[in-house]
């Protein structure tokens, strides 16, 4: 009951090929990226780095959306394998060494929340760009509402046509990103389920659990 209320809940139809597929038939590619420290940077690298997205943002001629993601880090099995590496250490010395790192990183994590930050751009295609009909933002929020006129059926042609258009986009946004000193890569279909059910289970995800993914959808 609580499993398909959850998919009620969802926008999301499937994930094939790299590919979310939403209930109105639109689909949406997800680009995960790398960070940077730019308070370590000098102030002419910061400006540089300032114009340089400022330059990629005007550039772009469709929607996107960046999505921060943080969550805590639960380091107990960190901790279990340095232990388990501790226990089977056949010299004594590294024995001491790894005994007194792990208790090192114990008690430097003793209070405090370890958290880790995670960046996401999410890039959008509709299946009415393909017959030419312009994406405004009302017709985005439309989408996601669901007032709109029936969508059109998203058979494997059309799905095709829109997933090449669709990687076009994020091949662009991957070199918009990569002269601001950023790497992207485009989530695969097992990352993408990963990503959606640790968003859904977040205890279970903090502590390293994820569910079994079948094998036909490890592509």
Known sequence: MAESATQAFLEIQDI???VLLLKNNSIRGILMVSSI????????EQTAIIYAF???LNSLDFSCQIVIQSRN????????TLKDLEERQTNELLRKQ???YREFIKNMVVGDVVMTKNF???VPYTL????GVGNTGQDFLKNFTGKQSPAQEMDDEKFQRCKTQLWQRMEYLAMGLRRCGLE???LTTPELIELFWSIHHPDQAEVGYYPEILPELLK
Not at 37 to 44: G, P, Q, R, T, W
């Open 16 to 18: 094939r090929e790299g």
């Open 37 to 44: 420290n730019f308070a370590l940077k000098s102030e002419e």
């Open 54 to 56: 400022q330059s990629f």
């Open 73 to 80: 880090i639960n380091i107990t099995p960190y901790l279990d």
């Open 98 to 100: 790894t005994a007194s």
């Open 120 to 122: 996401y751009v999410v």
């Open 128 to 131: 009415m760009e393909i017959f």
């Open 184 to 186: 992207a890569m485009p």
